[in-house]
């Protein structure tokens, strides 16, 4: 399980570097307007939930100009750089909190965008059901995330010299569309691509997953130091993989959409219109 205080912290570290190293959430970012594209939308408010630093909503701002765009993220620190990012005289509004609970009425958006939020959320379905509460019936939640075949390349090096946790455990697409299914979103479209990157070396790639707040916030995570000897077995094995000493990784990206269906309603509450009754004779 992830900690959400240690996300927290970290992100709020990763403030001031994040737009440096966030090139894999500038893939995803474009790859989640591109897939809006073909929907009808006209959007009068939109929640850019795990908002980082603001870069997808200026984006969704620039297509949806008319729309008051809030931001949303647990990091107070990353919701301050957006702050300082955004463009003068916008509509936009910036909240801190927790996603599995949102500070909003039910029906609020008619949009709601997730990019690479999901991943660090340990209890996505919570986050699904908070979602289909406050979009509106008829509304869009799109977002970007990572599939379990991401990173495993890191996972394989690490589990070489030890049995802890290191890299997120990250769900498969059939089981997000489950999950929003079962949140009581409608007809999830959801597709995968692939992105391959190369570091030179080790020290490229974690000085990247730092500046990114990337880091390890496992609660079963060990507390300690790695201790070079054990930190450099793993990057070692990292290395090793390629006979030139490159470091190449495999991001599985998984995309989505689907549509707010309104109220969920109580199982136990059962509505009859009278009027239907028929008479007995």
């Known amino acids: 399980m992830l900690r959400l205080h240690d996300i927290r912290r970290r992100f709020d570290r990763a403030a001031a570097t994040f737009d440096d190293a966030d090139f894999v959430h500038a893939v995803t970012r474009d790859g989640l307007l591109t897939r809006l594209e073909p929907l009808l939308l ?24 008319r729309a008051h765009i809030v931001s949303f993220d647990l990091s107070r620190a990353m919701l301050g750089a957006a702050k300082e990012n955004r463009p003068w005289l916008s509509r936009m509004s910036f909240v801190q909190g927790n996603a599995r609970r949102l500070p909003f009425a039910d029906g609020t958006f008619d949009l709601v965008a997730a990019n690479q939020m999901l ?15 406050v979009l509106r019936k008829g509304g869009v939640f799109a977002f970007a995330t990572l599939g379990p075949d991401s990173l ?81 077995a793993m990057t070692g094995a990292l290395a090793s993989a390629h006979s030139d000493g490159r470091i190449l990784l495999d991001l599985e990206l998984v995309y989505g959409h689907c549509w707010g269906s309104g109220p969920r309603r109580d199982p136990a509450d059962y509505r009859i219109d009278a009027n239907r009754i028929p008479l007995r004779r």
């Not at 006209?42 to 100009?65: M, N, V, Y």
């Not at 959801?190 to 990247?208: C, G, H, I, K, T």
């Open 42 to 65: 006209k959007p009068a408010t939109i929640l850019d939930l795990g908002s980082a630093t603001g870069a997808t909503g200026r984006a969704l701002r620039r297509r949806f100009r």
């Open 119 to 133: 991943p660090w959320d340990p209890e996505p379905q919570r986050v699904f059901e908070e979602v289909a509460r």
């Open 152 to 232: 495993r390349e890191i996972d394989r090096a690490w589990a070489s010299v030890d049995d802890r946790p290191h890299v997120n455990r990250f769900p498969d697409m059939h089981d997000v569309g489950d999950g929003l299914v079962r949140a009581g979103l409608a007809d999830p479209v959801l597709d995968v691509d692939r992105l391959a990157v190369s570091y030179e070396n080790p020290a490229r790639l974690f000085a990247d997953l730092t500046r990114a707040g990337a880091r390890n916030t496992h609660h079963g995570r060990d507390r300690g130091l790695a201790g070079k000897a054990r930190f450099q």
